[in-house]
């Protein structure tokens, strides 16, 4: 029987203190100035880098920290609960599971050593198209064998964090649709690495939050055969498997942004006087955040189950999926509630609720958007008819 704690032990307690640490050397005027110019936070990832969190969950054997999925959504929490973003540099986490699971032995010891170390940064991962949006299995972008090495034509949109990244996990079709037996079949992996690659241009995309987004053009990129992880064409399901633990971790940072968002208004209302009295003492300002932390600790516990089972190897899908929604839906909830008790200030850039705002606000859309996972909800765990 899979066990969930409710209580953080003391090993967690002391992670959790030392990543408040660091972000407490990272507050609210540094991700506003780069918010206002749109730069990535190099000091503050370079500083949780070095520090070893991102390397929470590689193996030891590769230079890890060994820990499990709850330690990485306890890191993920803290960066976003102390007025951050981890969206920086969540994906590792998550990508690299890839690696870990799929990737040869010679690929798993030449580059998870460097990443845990920070020496290579594998922040990139090349999903989205233009033309096929949430439905990957109609993915354009071609990678065919030539030799050696793939040639890789097409483009990507959305992707994160490439000009800030040493390697990309890119998903290409290795095999046109007319010719699979299934879908989900004919699509495969790569760890590119970028580096002065040529045939990859990146145009960077001013999108409504900090987010280092790109649009990517690929134009006969090579990218040498032994950087194809797993079997070729079984790309699909490879990302799939990721997809558990992408849930649990983006879902913790809403986690994180539904108690900022719920601290920061219960202290402005407890403090803020008007007609005679403190804001916090009207309902109509109260209950909304009340009833936002409400949310985002219920959130919390179902993160907290599907963290438990997935760390115990136990089938998630269910617990991930729906902690990943209830989390978005909370921390969007608590930043509405939070910019309403501010009222006019709520808009002012140097509250930083409009930032967290707009942040937050992502995780409705991204990495996958609600709609997508009360599909699978109805599909997989209701078992009603398929709707896409
Ligand atoms: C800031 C940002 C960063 C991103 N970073 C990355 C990245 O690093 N790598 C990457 O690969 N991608 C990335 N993405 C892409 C992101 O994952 C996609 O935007 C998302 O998956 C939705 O795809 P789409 O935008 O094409 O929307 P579409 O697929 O066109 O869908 C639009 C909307 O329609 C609805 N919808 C779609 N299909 C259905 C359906 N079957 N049933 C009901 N409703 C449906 C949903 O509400 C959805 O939001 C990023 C996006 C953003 C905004």
């Known amino acids: 029987m899979t066990v969930i704690t409710l209580d953080l032990t003391p090993e967690q307690r002391a992670l959790r203190d030392g990543v408040a640490d660091i972000c407490k050397r990272y507050p609210g005027e540094y991700w506003r100035a780069l918010d206002a110019k749109r730069e990535?936070?190099?000091?503050?990832?370079?500083?949780?880098?070095?520090?070893?969190?991102?390397?929470?969950?590689?193996?030891?054997?590769?230079g890890g920290a060994g820990l499990g999925i709850i330690e990485g959504a306890l890191i993920m929490e803290t960066i976003h609960a102390s007025g951050g973003n981890a969206a920086a540099c969540h994906a590792q986490m998550y990508i690299m599971g890839t690696l870990l699971r799929h990737g040869s032995e010679a690929q798993k010891r030449r580059y998870?050593?460097?990443?845990?170390?920070?020496?290579?940064?594998?922040?990139?991962?090349?999903?989205?198209?233009?033309?096929?949006?949430?439905?990957?299995?109609?993915?354009?972008?071609?990678?065919?064998?030539?030799?050696?090495?793939?040639?890789?034509?097409?483009?990507?949109?959305?992707?994160s964090r490439v000009l800030q990244s040493d390697l990309m996990l890119l998903l290409a079709r290795t095999t046109s649709v007319d010719r699979v037996k299934r879908k989900t079949e004919g699509l495969s992996v790569f760890l590119v690495d970028i580096r002065g690659v040529k045939g990859l241009e990146v145009r960077p995309l001013r999108m409504m939050m900090n987010h280092s987004t790109n649009a990517l053009f690929f134009d006969g990129m090579e990218v040498p055969a032994e950087n194809l992880i797993g079997e070729e064409g079984r790309g699909f399901s490879y990302i799939l498997d990721g997809m558990n633990a992408e849930r649990i971790l983006v879902g913790s940072e809403s986690i994180g942004d539904g108690r900022w968002f719920v601290d920061k208004a219960v202290a402005y209302s407890r403090q803020r006087v008007i007609f005679g009295k403190p804001l916090g003492a009207n309902q109509g300002v109260q209950f909304p955040i009340a009833r936002a932390h409400v949310a985002v600790e219920a959130a919390a516990l179902m993160r907290n189950k599907a963290a438990a089972l997935f760390d115990a190897g136990e089938p998630c899908g269910p617990e991930a999926n729906m902690a990943k929604y209830l989390a978005a839906e909370a921390a969007w909830d608590a930043g509405n509630a939070c910019i309403d008790c501010h009222g006019g200030y709520g808009y002012a850039e140097e509250y930083d609720v409009e930032r967290k705002f707009r942040e937050a606000r992502l995780y409705k859309t991204a990495p996958i958007n609600q709609n997508l996972v009360l599909a699978y909800v109805g599909e997989h765990v209701l078992e009603m008819p398929r709707s896409y």
């Open 112 to 159: 998870l050593p460097k990443i845990a170390t920070g020496e290579l940064r594998l922040q990139a991962f090349g999903v989205t198209e233009p033309n096929a949006g949430s439905d990957t299995t109609k993915l354009q972008t071609t990678a065919v064998r030539q030799g050696d090495r793939y040639v890789v034509n097409g483009q990507k949109i959305f992707i």
């Open 40 to 62: 990535y936070p190099e000091a503050f990832v370079t500083d949780l880098t070095k520090a070893g969190y991102l390397a929470a969950l590689i193996p030891e054997d590769y």
